[in-house]
T-cell receptor, first 109, second 116 residues
Framework: GQNIDQPTEMTATEGAIVQINCTYQTSGFNGLFWYQQHAGEAPTFLSYNVLDGLEEKGRFSSFLSRSKGYSYLLLKELQMKDSASYLCAVTDSNYQLIWGAGTKLIIKP | GAVVSQHPSWVICKSGTSVKIECRSLDFQATTMFWYRQFPKQSLMLMATSNEGSKATYEQGVEKDKFLINHASLTLSTLTVTSAHPEDSSFYIC????????????FGQGTRLTVV
């Protein structure tokens, strides 16, 4: 079966750095996405990785290792507004998006 | 980026009635749209794939007669929750990708359905 695992909840301090991990087992791979979702709102796109390595975009970076079926989202200089759920999603061989359950990130002052 | 508009943002209806949710791609033609349901503190669950001009493909466990999907044009897909019950109360979200581009999915704003 297809499976995406990420921690249910994480807590971090304002100004700090946090890494949210995602491991996946899917039938084929055509890219990995990270989305941010605030409560009651639709997800918003953060990053897309299809090749191994680190993609940096401002305070957010995303890493992918296809051989390990592993990705992480790195958030630097955390701000209170970063409190949200972070969803990992993988596109399989049929280009269908498989979603992880999401990681709820709580930022404390 | 491409824009997907979903309407209404929230709706309250009586048990037994039907509710229609619209999903429009505003600046691109979407041959395929996706409908998700999300219960509190849970991830997105794909309900069905809506294909323009043909029948929708439903995920296992989703009642096609209860959740009617119509994709009559390249820019509009509708989801009708028929004979709604309180357990159908959820957050419904549609998404679409730009054809030929295997990149991000663009989401509608979502619809909060409450059945009383």
């Amino acid at each position: 079966g297809q499976n995406i695992d990420q921690p249910t909840e994480m807590t971090a301090t304002e100004g700090a750095i946090v890494q949210i991990n995602c491991t996946y087992q899917t039938s084929g791979f055509n890219g990995l996405f990270w989305y941010q979702q605030h409560a009651g709102e639709a997800p918003t796109f953060l990053s897309y990785n299809v090749l191994d390595g680190l993609e940096e975009k401002g305070r957010f970076s995303s890493f992918l290792s296809r051989s390990k079926g592993y990705s992480y989202l790195l958030l630097k200089e955390l701000q209170m507004k970063d409190s949200a759920s972070y969803l990992c999603a993988v596109t399989d061989s049929n280009y269908q998006l498989i979603w992880g359950a999401g990681t709820k990130l709580i930022i404390k002052p | 980026g491409a824009v997907v508009s979903q309407h209404p943002s929230w709706v309250i209806c009586k048990s037994g009635t039907s509710v229609k949710i619209e999903c429009r791609s505003l600046d691109f033609q979407a041959t395929t749209m996706f409908w998700y349901r999300q219960f509190p503190k849970q991830s997105l669950m794909l309900m069905a794939t809506s294909n323009e001009g043909s029948k929708a493909t439903y995920e296992q466990g989703v009642e096609k007669d209860k959740f009617l999907i119509n994709h009559a044009s390249l820019t509009l897909s509708t989801l009708t929750v028929t004979s709604a019950h309180p357990e159908d109360s959820s957050f419904y979200i549609c998404s679409a990708s730009v054809p030929g581009q295997q990149t991000e999915a663009f989401f509608g704003q979502g619809t909060r359905l409450t059945v009383v």
